[in-house]
């Protein structure tokens, strides 16, 4: 379905798996006016670029080009999906400092040219690069949003209709926390049509531990997310550019919030024109709040290692 309603630019940042399908994604549904490939290896970039100009004829009319950090200036969003990738057994955090050397350089050529836009990180690991990308371009903190647990939300929701028989459309279910081995499922807010979920433990233990280690298992099995995380950051997009006000399961910095300040982590926040408008408060179970908690400080101990 076509949603484009105004003049748009979209710039990724970052044609690796992430990136490109997410480009793909943007351009079969015809979301923006205009999407701008940038990668530190150009020929990379002008050959996904070239791939998918080729299709227009079967599509719309997005424009799409192989640019570089001067086309960040009329952008509306700036996708990073740059950086070090995953490796076979490697955690999220460990990814860490080779990719805060790599957001150095790419924040300081995005704010040399954009000071208006909205800077959507989905390199991992997404919270702190996204805390990251905070400090060192001085955007208000709205403005700088990581894709967060919207991904591990929807695994989620998608494990929990299969065990149940339901659509996933139709849970309502969240993952809150670190996008990554910290996170934690509310299981006290699981429901369909206002109606909470019964579990036995084991099916507890299954779902979860399904949703928490899918990013391992598809690595292991192909080398790299892509498609699930490219539907979900174009969900995020797409709110954003239509100001709809959605409630998404993004990162972003946290002020007092269950007792946790100065971090990133995903929760549900209402996501319009101006990025997250609103963090919505969620009422945890005790076990719940010592998780989040104990997530947001394994966070917090990362971050205190890092030169901001």
Known sequence: MKTQLRSSRVVIIGTGAVGSTTAYTLLLRERVSELVLIDANKDKALGEALDMNHGLPFTGGVKLWAGDYSDCADADIIVIAAGASQRPGETRIDLLKRNAGIFDSIIQNIVKYNDHGIILVATNPVDILTYVSLKKS?????????????LDSARFRYLIGQNK????RSIHAHIVGEHGDSELPLWSLANVAGIGLEFSDQDREDIFDSTKNAAYEIINAKGATSYAIALALDRIIVSIL???????????LLNDYNGVSDVYLGVPSIVDRTGVRQVLDLELSDQELIQFQNSANKLKSEIANLEL
């Open 242 to 252: 239509q100001d709809e006000g959605s409630v998404l399961n993004v990162s972003t």
């Open 138 to 150: 001085g955007f208000p903190s709205n403005r700088v949003i990581g894709s967060g647990t919207l």
């Open 165 to 168: 028989g339901i659509n996933p």
